[in-house]
């Protein structure tokens, strides 16, 4: 089965410094994978996704993830925080061929300190 | 503007009785979902319908009930079995197919019992 797991529940960072939210995933197979983020209390935006082909995707807003085969990470990272980064962030994982659910994991809270 | 549009924003419920939360999407999207977000535990999968009449339990579907009678449409109903009902509930839509597409979720009902 499928599993992410994010090992930070909570992340607190000053502004303008660089952060790094990581994500693993168990999987077997081929995988698409998915970083989403939630501002309080307010539905999931998809931030960035890997697919295929370059293992660095970046977002419009200077976020960017390195999908690591060997390593099964998808680890976001941006190298300049603002106070509107302050979020909520969930890693996801889907098989790829065919219908597959989407798993996602528990979430890791950014929290930018002025 | 497409989107998803989720109804109402907050619910309050009674003790034994069943409340229906509404989902909407204008995006002509196949497949919809509905999740529940607890604190600490991420997004579950309740229910998910991939085409009008059909769907599908997700992994925590006990105590809730779904229709798809309409493509636009997805209502999800918490009945009396659900003894912990309160949550933040997020319905998503997403294309068909083998292509891993975006999901793309409502603004979410907080649900909470009286």
Redesign the interface.
Known sequence: AQSVTQLD?QVPVFEEAPVELRCNYSSSVSV?L?W?VQYP??????LL?Y?SGSTLVESINGFEAEFNKSQTSFHLRKPSVHISDTAEY?CAV?F????Q??T????TKLQVIP | DGGITQSPKYLFRKEGQNVTLSCEQNLNHDAMYWYRQDPGQGLRLIYYSQIVNDFQKGDIAEGYSVSREKKESFPLTVTSAQKNPTAFYLCASSLQGEAAETQYFGPGTRLLVL
């Open positions: 529940s698409y998915f989403y209390n307010q539905g999931l935006q998809l996704k697919l969930f889907r790829s061929g065919g219908y659910k989407v996602f994991g528990i979430g």
